[in-house]
């Protein structure tokens, strides 16, 4: 059979006409997605910037149904997510990310922390150790030991914490040795509790030689031996601590009075805080001054005086409330009552508050309620800062 070339030179045109049709509906919808995912991002980032975060998610997750493909937006979306409390979105959006197939290493590690983060701030602290072993050996390395530090803290998990804190020192993140310190003196307190003193007592003084500045490992330990019957070991190793760390003087007078009067040493101690309150005022040891005077001479107007001075130095309504408890008013029979007044009035002044989030407390903390921060609560009552 003959072939008809007229039939090529007929069919070329024609192809040629097909393909430049075709080129220019791809070329078309190509520039309409285009301009369609980068309105959405740039509209999401807009209500983002303004805190309007309902509006920002509607926008995001209209990008990503756009161009699902975009790893990007599917972290921001993520993020919002897990800001707004919404963990159960925010882990299936970085679940769905581990799952593709095309995911570049860098991005899939990116995913793996940020669903570690999810499954921290969930309060799944299982699955979020779980998640952030995993990133050991990335460039994540230095921001999942820090989640997991908080992680381990969170579940009081002090021996992991304590490995995790070294290797952040060793990987020169900062000192832990505070913290290192803090780790041992609850793990001792926990010994406490099932009767292994001497277990305890090692640990206390692991922690002392850990950080030899540090007010908590020599309380504890103090408390220990007075708990044990030592109170003049006790009363030694607050005297001693009180050179080194001057700043922690308020929380130690109450207890070294104590362990003073225990071991018939008030005088020694009397004269310590005097030359100690001197210096550096304080509420707590004008307390400890006034107790040793009264143990020493009897509750004499004389030891009340101290209130007095106090108030000469500064205005206190605390010390004012303590020295008019043990005066004898005009009208005696109203005494109660202004007593009762003034008592209620100084309870919010006679709190410790965090220095990092604000929050108080009736007692002193070295490891904050509310925001988890270390040593962020001073030594001084409210009235005092």
């Not at 993020?79 to 799952?99: D, I, K, P």
């Not at 995913?111 to 990335?138: P, V």
């Amino acid at each position: 059979m003959d072939f008809d070339l007229s039939w090529i030179l007929l069919g070329l045109p024609l192809a040629f006409v097909l393909g430049w049709v075709a080129s220019r509906l791809d070329l078309r919808q190509l520039r309409i997605e285009s301009r369609q995912a980068p309105k959405a991002y740039f509209k999401g980032l807009n209500f983002l910037l303004n805190e309007q975060q309902d509006q920002a998610i509607d926008a995001f997750i209209e990008a990503v149904q756009s161009d699902p493909d975009t790893s990007e937006l599917h972290f921001a979306l993520g993020n919002l997510f897990r800001r707004r409390g919404e963990y159960e979105r925010a882990v299936r959006v970085h679940e769905h990310l581990l799952s593709r197939g095309d995911l570049n290493l860098l991005d899939r590690q990116r995913a793996q922390h940020a669903l570690a983060l999810d499954y921290l701030k969930a309060g799944l602290l299982d699955r979020s150790e779980e998640a952030l072993l995993k990133l050991e050996g990335t460039p994540f390395e230095a921001q999942a030991r820090l989640a997991l530090l908080a992680n381990y803290e969170r579940s009081r998990d002090w021996w992991h914490a304590a490995q995790i804190a070294q290797k952040l020192e060793h990987a020169n993140q900062g000192s832990f040795q505070g913290r290192l310190a803090h780790y041992l003196c609850e793990q001792a307190i926990e010994s406490i509790s099932t009767q292994e003193t001497e277990q305890a007592q090692s640990l206390l003084q692991q922690a002392l030689s850990t950080a030899p500045e540090a007010a908590r490992p020599r309380l504890d330990l103090a408390q220990l031996l007075a708990r044990q019957g030592h109170p003049e070991e006790a009363f030694v190793l607050l005297q001693k601590s009180l050179q080194s760390s001057p700043a922690a003087v308020p929380l130690m007078a109450a207890p070294l009075s104590k362990y003073a009067i225990a071991c018939a040493r008030a005088p020694e101690a009397l004269a310590l805080l005097k030359s100690h309150y001197v210096d550096s005022p304080s509420l707590d040891v004008l307390d400890a001054i006034v107790a040793l005077e009264a143990d020493h001479n009897g509750p004499t107007a004389t030891a009340r005086d101290w209130y007095v001075q106090h108030l000469q130095r500064e205005p206190s309504l605390v010390a004012a409330t303590k020295w008019i408890a043990g005066e004898k008013l005009e009208h005696e029979q109203f005494h109660p009552l202004v007593q009762r007044a003034l008592n209620q009035a100084i309870k919010p002044l006679v709190r410790y508050r965090c220095a990092a989030c604000g929050f108080e407390a009736t007692q002193h903390f070295w490891q904050c309620p509310g925001c988890q921060a270390w040593d962020s609560y001073p030594a001084r009552r409210v009235e005092e800062l």
